[in-house]
């Protein structure tokens, strides 16, 4: 775990700044989210997302090559979800943030 303030290895900051950058696309979002608490067929993602199966496959592709999800086979089909902690947490812990922000806006005079 690194401390904060210690120098961070530059090779971990890249592949840091690709993950962010893999999560910044709306739609790649969306897929990380929908896998977060369950693993989800593509069909399944395509269909509750409004986009074809093979935009979803294409995205899936990155997001496996990242490490931010993981696939696990079924049969004939093969399932996504969030399989590290680490990002579970990360996400969980944004949408928090998000959720509360929006509540605050709510709260504030004159809204």
């Known amino acids: 775990m690194a401390v904060r303030g210690a120098r ?22 969306r897929i990380i989210l929908a896998c977060l608490d369950a693993p989800v067929s593509v069909g399944d993602m395509a269909d509750g997302l409004g986009i074809s199966a093979s935009l979803v496959s294409h995205h899936l592709r990155l997001l496996r090559a990242a490490r931010l999800l ?30 509360e922000g929006e509540v605050e806006a709510e709260q504030a005079p004159g809204a």
């Open 8 to 29: 961070i290895p530059e090779d971990q900051v890249v592949e840091l700044a690709e993950m962010f950058q893999m999560m910044s696309d709306p739609t790649r979002l």
């Open 70 to 99: 993981m696939a696990e086979r079924r049969g004939r089909q093969v399932f996504y979800v969030v399989g590290d902690s680490h990002i579970r947490s990360m996400l969980t812990d944004m949408l928090d943030h998000v959720a």
